[in-house]
């Protein structure tokens, strides 16, 4: 299994060019996450899905757009990227555990990060 | 929102010591989810350790061990016998039950002298 794989892992984009972001899982998860990481701040979650034609709004959703048109697909898009947008972005997916006393949780587990530079 | 505070950006630990990352969150849940994550210079996100809010025991993984004070809202990190592959990031993470997002901490970066 490959797990969860992110294209591409280095990319350069100019003020107002577009771009997206592909993230692919193996795993059959239901789940799947969009996140950015900027220095000082962790990680913050951009957009989520929890199914296969199903999207939402994470605590940092705008200037970017989300699809996911196939279980296995999580993609990221900006329409006109921005130098704000300059970061590392991170996907991730997750299954949901049963069986827990009080509630299930989702393990997520993590692609390997795309650098994406805006000038 | 949750929100989670790791109150020390960088901290350095000589190779064999023992060196402990805290972590304070607030939350007004009784059920919950605390994580450990560590990010290497190779940037792969690893699920270190794991603590349930409902278990008064706290998690260990093998050199790793928590310190969960629940009344506190304090879930701190103990690395024991550090070795040079324990440089990383480290993130402290929280999951309400039965739901799917985490809420990260800023990043504790742990460097470990040879």
């Known amino acids: 299994n490959a797990g969860v794989t992110q294209t591409p892992k280095f990319r350069v984009l100019k003020t107002g060019q577009s771009m997206t972001l592909l993230c692919a899982q193996d795993?059959?998860?239901?789940?799947m996450y969009w996140y950015r990481q900027d220095p000082g701040m962790g990680l913050r979650l951009i957009h989520y899905s929890v199914g296969e034609g199903t999207t939402a709004k994470g605590e940092v959703p705008d200037g970017y757009n989300v699809s996911r048109l196939k279980k296995q697909n999580f993609l990221l898009g900006l329409e006109s990227a921005a130098p704000s947008q300059t970061s590392v972005y991170f996907c991730?997916?997750?299954?949901?555990?049963?069986?827990?006393?009080?509630?299930?949780?989702?393990?997520?587990?993590f692609g390997p990060g795309t650098r994406l530079t805006v000038l | 929102a949750q929100t989670v505070t790791q109150s020390q950006p960088e901290m350095s630990v000589q190779e064999a010591e023992t060196v402990t990352l805290s972590c304070t969150y607030d939350t007004s849940e009784n059920n919950y989810y605390l994580f450990w994550y560590k990010q290497p210079p190779s940037r792969q996100m690893i699920l270190v350790i794991r603590q349930e809010a409902y278990k008064q025991q706290n998690a260990t993984e093998n050199r790793f061990s928590v310190n969960f004070q629940k009344a506190a809202k304090s879930f701190s990190l103990k690395i024991s016998d550090s070795q040079l592959g324990d440089t990383a990031m480290y993130f402290c993470?929280?999951?309400?039950?039965?739901?799917?997002?985490?809420?990260f901490g800023a990043g504790t970066t742990v460097t470990v002298r040879a």
């Open positions: 991730a997916s997750s299954y949901s555990t049963s069986g827990e006393p009080t509630g299930s949780y989702n393990e997520q587990f």
């Open positions: 795993m059959n998860h239901e789940y």
């Open positions: 993470a929280f999951m309400r039950s039965n739901d799917y997002k985490l809420s």
